[in-house]
């Protein structure tokens, strides 16, 4: 079994294939084609790529587990008694006669004081960002890496990051504003059906179709969101294609495809979500000490870490299985050059020196 490095790659480019090298690629894509993995076979491989680059994985999962942990406690201990001392000046502003000198002096303290908190809490989140950006790009890039035979270091890994890392943002940031504007228009649909399943006068046949609906809108957040996860993946690996194209390209390339990609979204956010469930109320919970409760949210936050990585090379690989179909090839950004990654994992392999 031949591997091809990054100057057999360049030569092979250049020369372009033999004739005996495009009917083996061809010969190889029909069988691929013919043996598609499903969503089991994406959650098996994604577990064997972890297991493979195993010291990589090690180094994302710290460096994404460590400043998670430590922006975590950081947050709780520089937010929490400043929540406090604002709740028991929002009581005792109600204590005052309005117009009064303390009255005033506690309403300027109030907004002062949710100015500071809303300062600190944007600079938390920026931070959360970064490490979530940092991960999912360092993930995605060493699961592709991985998937299509290549090596890669951690020093390589961090200066591809930083040398690439604006095409992601800019995915995500019009990510998140999707992800605002059709949590908005879900709202009066949702509003719709609380309204009638609470209220004594609402029909039957109105609370089937407000329940339908809410149903369908669970549906489409769930292909919406494979198809945003997908773009985040192809604005990691292909170059010059991010933001509101990179979305684009996704959806295009999950036709064919979008039951596994919902079914793979729906796999994930059901693990995820008992576990933020579960965070919230360990943090409520006034019966664990200060220390129990940071101690097991800290161990939950390490699990949630952990999915959020194998969810990366999941979709990494649903994006590689998304490209079978086409035949497509991609270009992988390699810091100051590119080499082409064929679609089939493994191909380079199979050709000739």
Known sequence: MVSLGMGTESKARRSGP???ARALLKEIRSMKLSDHLGVMGILRESFAILKKNG???ASITFLTILPNTLLFL????????LVVDLVLKIMDVYQEAPGSPEYMELVEQIRRDIGI?????AIFKTAMWLVFLFSVTGTVYASAMTYTGMSLTLKELILRIRATWTGPAITWFYVSLLILGCSLLALAPVGLFTMVSTGSSGSIALSAFSLL???LLLLVSLYLSSVWIVGLVVSIIEDGCYGLEAIGKAEELMKGSRL?????????VTVLIPISGILGSIIGNTAFTEATQLGIASLLMSIACLLKIFGSTVFTLFYYQCNIIPGEKVEMKQG????????VPYVAEALPC
């Open 18 to 20: 033999t004739k005996n």
């Open 213 to 215: 609906l809410v149903l």
């Open 260 to 268: 596994q990609g919902c079914v793979l979204t729906l796999l994930c």
């Open 117 to 121: 908190l809303m300062l600190k809490e």
């Open 55 to 57: 010291m990589l994985t």
């Open 336 to 343: 100051t050059g590119y080499i082409m990654i064929p679609s």
């Open 74 to 81: 950081l947050h709780h201990f520089s937010v929490k008694q």
